[in-house]
């Protein structure tokens, strides 16, 4: 079946410190993946998308590159500000079934 | 312009009352979905419309009933809910929807916040 594993938060860094949330996949058919941000009290934002395998993802200074080999799709940022403290989902949308499968949400949380 | 907007923002309903949750985007999306978010846990699919019929029921209970009257609107009717189902209600629309939606990619409404009382 289709599932998607984050690490587990919460994660709490510095401003300006270098973030790493690991996500992988377990999935048939090639799925394509998503990072989704959510900030307290919103809904969720699309944060960035890869479609195939090697496909790089950006967007905000965030990155994700698609590796079917290890199936991750870890998300990275150089230099984290206060105001990205929010919950991160990665997702997957399976080409089998076109439904969004999320992993379980990694709180990260940046003090100045 | 990628806006799907929800009203209302927060609603609070007895266990008797019936209530609607509406949803809106204007992007020409023909799939539209609704999500139910407890705290501090991903969106659970509940029903998923596509080109106006409704494609997938989450097996959800009868107190809850969707209807998308046409392409732009989808509409949350609820009644006799429980304590339990207070929550994040999520609206979120995409090109299209199935196995052969490869690519799309679901934009999300700011969500109704939910308590039963």
Known sequence: ?112 | DTEVTQTPKHLVMGMTNKKSLKCEQHMGHRAMYWYKQKAKKPPELMFVYSYEKLSINESVPSRFSPECPNSSLLNLHLHALQPEDSALYLCASSQEAGAGAKTDTQYFGPGTRLTVL
């Open chain 1, 1 to 112: 079946g289709n599932s998607v594993t984050q690490m587990e938060g919460p994660v709490t860094l510095s401003e300006e410190a270098f973030l790493t949330i690991n996500c992988t996949y377990t999935a048939t058919g090639y799925p394509s993946l998503f990072w989704y941000v959510q900030y307290p009290g919103e809904g969720l934002q699309l944060l960035l998308k890869a479609t195939k395998a090697d496909d790089k993802g950006s967007n905000k200074g965030f990155e994700a590159t698609y590796r079917k080999e290890t199936t991750s799709f870890h998300l990275e940022k150089g230099s984290v500000q206060v105001s990205d403290s929010a919950v991160y989902f990665c997702a997957l949308l399976s080409s089998n079934t076109g439904k969004l499968i999320f992993g379980q949400g990694t709180t990260l949380q940046v003090k100045p």
